[in-house]
């Protein structure tokens, strides 16, 4: 069973950093896997933040983190990374990790209904 478990998250000022975790158990991803962030507000919908493609050369992000975070990945640890700097009030969410097959190893997808695996979410929270 495949499991994707997030860590990092935390309580933060504005202005400073952190630095989500996503390990994976259960399986291996090869290449052929995408790897993304998404995140929820209150009573808000769920949103991309940053893809990463399998071969770990093709990134994206959503306009508003740009030049902010940067997604990463360790594939001998099976785990990848969203590194958070200079953080706004407005980045306050829960934050998921997930995982899509691709059929090849440079795609990256923001459709979160690529993605077949998803951990449970951690919250972030930026005080002004």
Known sequence: QVQLLESGGGLVQAGGSLRLSCAASG???SN??????????PGKGREFVATISGSGGRTDYE?????RFTISKDNTKNT????MNTLKPED????????ARQWSRV???RDARDY???????QVTVSS
């Open 107 to 109: 795609l990256t997808t």
């Open 92 to 99: 306050t969410a829960v934050y998921y990790c997930a995982v």
């Open 80 to 83: 990848f990374y969203l590194q």
């Open 116 to 122: 077949d695996y998803w951990g449970q979410g951690t």
């Open 32 to 41: 052929y896997y995408a790897m993304g962030w998404f995140r929820q507000a």
């Open 27 to 29: 399986r291996t991803f």
């Open 63 to 67: 306009d508003s983190v740009k030049g």
